[in-house]
């Protein structure tokens, strides 16, 4: 069942309607589990990561969130692992593997796009879905460890950390629904595909425009066999030719 939620227009005017946005985002996410077939707590406890998702979703509709996190994110695994080594700060690295966690899980659920790269990039430098969705996985593993060396115990947030990455791949499916269903999100049409729907359309288009032309051709000839003045068959000629123009395989002479 896919339900339509009304809610205000966020950001509208001067005003920010943070728990319009909020509820929108919450909302969905509950319907786009049980419409998925992931409801709740189905495997393990996960309201936490309801709450958690809902306020990441909530956060990205604003440009501060991503003020907040531009420094942190890196699209490939060397940087990442070289700018992580430089630092002995473990809240920095706790910091860096959550918001590229997020970023992959978000880009993967929401855009299917999370290297960010254009539709025509050169097939052989593509990552696999499977590859990123792992690279996700370990981000959030990560960020979980140095979350319990950065506040020293176990805390909501870590566990939800931990949560995310084991069920990774079940929240991508939940949040590609969202995309398609609740934020209307679809997949650009690629010129090959585009071309063949040209295609059809065209052909449809000259299947009526051949049957009129036929039936105008009919009657042009049959005006001229009663009546076979100039005028006549200089109608019977461009009726031929509109339909030669269409199907080339088409031949008569007067």
Same mark, same amino acid.
Request: charged residues 25%; aromatic residues 14%; proline residues 3%.
């Given at each position: 069942?896919?339900?339509?939620?009304?809610?205000?227009?966020?950001? &509208?005017?001067?005003?920010?309607?943070?728990?319009?946005?909020?509820?929108?985002?919450?909302?969905?996410?509950?319907?786009?589990?049980?419409?998925?077939?992931?409801?709740? %707590?189905?495997?393990?406890?996960?309201?936490?990561? $309801?709450?958690?998702?809902?306020?990441?979703?909530?956060?990205?509709?604003?440009?501060?969130?991503?003020?907040?996190?531009?420094?942190?994110?890196?699209?490939?695994?060397?940087?990442?692992?070289?700018?992580?080594?430089?630092?002995?700060?473990?809240?920095?690295?706790? =910091?860096?593997?959550?918001?590229?966690?997020?970023?992959?899980?978000?880009?993967?659920?929401?855009?299917? $796009?999370?290297?960010?790269?254009? $539709?025509?990039?050169?097939?052989?430098?593509?990552?696999?879905?499977?590859?990123?969705?792992?690279?996700?996985?370990?981000?959030?593993?990560?960020?979980?460890?140095? &979350?319990?060396? /950065?506040?020293?115990?176990?805390?909501?947030?870590?566990?939800?950390?931990?949560?995310?990455? =084991?069920?990774?791949?079940?929240?991508?499916?939940?949040?590609?629904?969202?995309?398609?269903?609740?934020?209307?999100?679809?997949?650009?049409?690629? /010129?090959?595909?585009?071309?063949?729907?040209?295609?059809?359309?065209?052909?449809?288009? $000259?299947?009526? =425009?051949?049957?009129?032309?036929?039936?105008?051709?009919?009657? /042009?000839?049959?005006?001229?066999?009663?009546?076979?003045?100039?005028?006549?068959?200089? =109608?019977?000629?461009?009726?031929?030719?509109?339909?030669?123009?269409?199907?080339?395989?088409? %031949?008569? /002479?007067?």
């Amino acid at each position: 069942m896919c339900v339509s939620t009304k809610y205000q227009q966020i950001n &509208s005017g001067s005003e920010a309607y943070p728990e319009q946005t909020s509820y929108f985002m919450m909302n969905t996410l509950l319907y786009s589990r049980m419409e998925s077939g992931f409801p709740s %707590n189905d495997e393990f406890f996960d309201e936490d990561v $309801n709450i958690y998702l809902a306020n990441l979703l909530s956060s990205m509709v604003y440009s501060e969130y991503h003020r907040s996190i531009s420094r942190y994110v890196t699209p490939y695994d060397i940087p990442l692992f070289e700018s992580i080594s430089s630092s002995a700060d473990s809240r920095e690295k706790y =910091q860096t593997y959550k918001v590229n966690a997020d970023y992959l899980l978000i880009s993967l659920g929401i855009f299917d $796009n999370p290297s960010g790269r254009r $539709n025509n990039s050169a097939s052989h430098l593509r990552i696999s879905g499977e590859s990123y969705a792992g690279r996700g996985k370990a981000y959030y593993s990560l960020a979980q460890s140095y &979350s319990m060396e /950065t506040f020293r115990r176990s805390t909501a947030v870590t566990e939800v950390l931990g949560k995310l990455s =084991q069920g990774f791949e079940k929240y991508v499916k939940i949040l590609s629904l969202m995309r398609g269903e609740y934020f209307n999100f679809y997949e650009k049409i690629s /010129t090959g595909e585009l071309y063949h729907l040209e295609s059809s359309v065209n052909s449809i288009d $000259n299947e009526k =425009q051949l049957k009129a032309l036929y039936d105008e051709f009919l009657d /042009t000839y049959s005006q001229y066999r009663r009546d076979p003045t100039p005028a006549a068959k200089k =109608q019977v000629e461009e009726c031929v030719e509109a339909i030669r123009d269409i199907d080339p395989s088409f %031949n008569f /002479t007067i």
